[in-house]
């Protein structure tokens, strides 16, 4: 691609530098900023410059918090001795979206990937651990992606809390509600059934 | 969507300004900011803020430019008596990789398109016609995109210069190269066969 201005160029190249965001896309993207009150530019820039300079993390769950305790680490309302661990924010804005959870959270920061050069140390993994060994914790849900990367870190996770009296859970894999049996997958129909839980309970929600 | 952080919450706000990108997606496009190194962010709002604050627009053309006369405008080896009458720079972009035209550019910098509020004194008609007057245009080829807004744009300006003895050709309409005819649509095939051209033409691009 070439462009008729250093300007236009180094802001398309910039963006293009997003995930998922091409070359077009970016120059789609930066044109229409171009259409748009200056204003909009300015704000855009200075709220990305403000967001990643000022930006906290919780002390206790390693969540996004513009305090040093977030909300739900500070709520004393919430039960701090269940703590469901989970790969990001996204993760437990969706878990809190549910309403039907009410302990604390632990944010890993992403998932072990030798691949992507993430092992345990570049995670949250040792101040989780820390948690356990101070014995404020009875029971720890895994609740990370249901992917070979996820599987692998909640394995690493077990072996090291294996020898502390805690109990270990997993949030359940089975068929979605609303999906039809003959689309699903053989695995996640078969543990479906491996696993499955008494009907009563199954009205409660 | 609740945000934990409201630096988070005016970043993914300014983010999912632009065209085409949701809360979802600014939400991963700013996380994955926070994982990058600070200066990506910094790169990224510079070069947005000065594109938008420093931005030059030729004075012939009207196409995106760092000098006060664009590169194609002050080339003395293309022809500024054929002026080709586009939307924007990308299309500026798209003709300019077929390296087959060899004459100036007129940006329009859009459509008429009344349902947007964008009329023809928005766009850079007034400065077309005024070249037009100053007789210095042997030929105009109009090169909008084939949409209704397209081509009431094209009408509004060939019945403005309508009076001037000067040539006015359009692009030609027809089945792309490398398409099949049974998939071509009946408006376009339909087309191609009216205006069809001499076989010998064909074989020289």
Do not use: W
Request: proline share 3%.
């Amino acid at each position: 691609m070439e462009f008729s201005s250093k300007l236009l160029e180094s802001a398309v190249n910039e963006m293009a530098q997003l995930p998922g965001i091409g070359k077009r896309t970016a120059l789609r993207l930066v044109l229409h900023l171009l259409k748009q009150p200056e204003s909009q530019t300015e704000l855009l820039s200075e709220s990305l410059t403000a967001m990643r300079s000022n930006i906290n993390f919780c002390s206790n769950c390693h969540n996004i918090s513009d305090t040093s305790l977030c909300e739900i680490c500070s709520n004393a309302n919430r039960d701090q001795s269940i703590v469901c661990v989970v790969e990001d924010i996204r993760d437990v804005m969706a878990i809190e979206n549910t309403s039907s959870y009410k302990g604390h959270y632990h944010v890993l920061g992403g998932k072990i990937s030798p691949m992507d050069g993430i092992g345990p140390s570049e995670l949250t993994i040792p101040s989780l651990v820390r948690k356990v060994e101070d014995g404020i914790i009875d029971e720890l849900i895994f609740a990370l992606s249901s992917t070979m990367e996820g599987d692998t870190t909640n394995f690493y996770i077990f072996k090291q809390i294996e020898k502390f009296d805690i109990k270990t859970t997993t949030i359940a894999r089975g068929i979605s509600v609303g999906d039809e049996l003959e689309y699903a997958d053989e695995v996640t129909l078969g543990r479906s059934i491996v696993n499955r839980i008494p009907f009563e309970s199954s009205l409660k929600n």
